[in-house]
């Protein structure tokens, strides 16, 4: 009788136990390394930053820490594909529990604020980086918890179909590179890793650039859950003594004659929706003519988003910009066609 209850307790145990660990083995060899692991980690690898990004891909690619350090700014981009507001806070959130800014850069993306996350590991995808951090337990509550099983269980039900990078995956992150974050080994299409959260997409010369994809923008679409998280990130900005910095990065000329209405209509909506929280909203799609050129060259898509020598030369831009802010020395004439 002892013995067929020992038996029940010790299946009882081994089985979840099992369990956890096939999905422990399954999580390591079929989800890939990616940027967000190095991303986040330079948030802890004793360096200090005044000033924070956090944005869309637009901001990922076209925005270069080393390129717009100036004048005692040091930053570090946590813009990244696919973050939306909630994610953003929750990095916002784990950023500030190693670094003290005194500046935060939110990348805006009107698109993130009409659209709804994809059900699919791109919920998960910041998270599951996430060092141990009072903000990874924050963000479990608020967000994981209530997704699809396999977001909290097994993420790596999303990579299933990629087995044949087992092998690959394995041995990345066996290697010493992985140990010490070394970007090296990341897998980026046309580009490489450019530093502080920046991805270099080389310039291909006859490339093709696609057509127009743009999201017209529609105020009637705007989520509830894009203002909620706005809201919390411009609150804990407040509470912190935090300078909250608004801008959109700039698309092509292209682009922005082919959808000149919507683009109009979303600068509107920004700029009011800011000056009732007592922002100003600065977007570079208005910037001045004359202080970069924005033909395709640039470019490797007409959604904007930008190569690594144009990127370098909107920071360097950016930089200054910034600097003067910082400084109490900006001008808006300087940089805008409009007054902010």
């Not at 986040?40 to 350090?69: C, E, K, W």
């Not at 009637?220 to 407040?238: G, W």
Request: aromatic share 16%.
């Amino acid at each position: 009788m002892h013995s067929s209850n020992w038996l029940k307790a010790a299946r009882a145990v081994l089985f979840p136990a099992l369990c956890l660990g096939i999905t422990l083995a399954l999580n390591y060899a079929l989800i890939p390394p990616g940027s967000v692991r190095i991303n986040l980690h330079n948030l802890r690898n004793g360096q200090d930053y005044d000033t924070v990004f956090i944005g869309t891909s637009h901001g990922q690619y076209g925005i270069d820490p080393g390129a717009m350090d100036r004048d005692g700014i040091s930053s570090v981009s946590l813009c990244m594909a696919d973050a939306y507001p909630d994610d953003m806070y929750y990095l916002l959130r784990l950023a500030a529990e190693t670094q003290n800014p005194s500046q935060v850069v939110y990348e805006l993306d009107p698109s993130y604020w009409m659209n709804e996350q994809r059900s699919s590991s791109t919920e998960i995808f910041f998270y599951q980086d996430f060092p141990p951090s009072a903000a990874k337990f924050l963000y479990f509550m608020d967000k994981i918890a209530g997704l699809d099983f396999r977001s909290t269980l097994a993420p790596w039900s999303y990579y299933r179909n990629l087995y044949a990078q087992i092998p690959s995956n394995i041995q990345k992150k066996l290697s010493p590179a992985y140990r010490s974050y070394d970007p090296t080994i990341l897998d980026i299409p046309a580009g490489h890793y450019g530093g502080r959260g920046f991805i270099y997409r080389n310039r291909v010369e006859g490339e093709d650039k696609g057509t127009f994809n743009n999201i017209p923008w529609d105020e009637s679409r705007v989520k509830e859950k894009a203002l909620r998280y706005f809201d919390r990130i411009a609150a804990f900005c407040k509470d912190r003594d935090i300078e909250l910095i608004v801008i959109t990065t700039p698309v092509p000329l292209d682009t922005l004659s082919q959808f000149e209405e919507s683009y109009q209509a979303s600068h509107e909506y920004f700029t009011g929706l800011m000056e009732r929280y007592g922002l100003k909203y600065y977007n570079f799609n208005y910037m001045n003519p004359q202080l970069m050129d924005r033909t395709m060259e640039g470019y490797w898509d007409y959604d904007g988003h930008m190569d690594g020598i144009k990127a370098r030369e909107y920071s360097t831009i950016l930089g200054r910009f910034l600097a003067d802010i910082k400084n109490k020395e900006m001008d808006p004439e300087k940089y805008f066609s409009y007054t902010p």
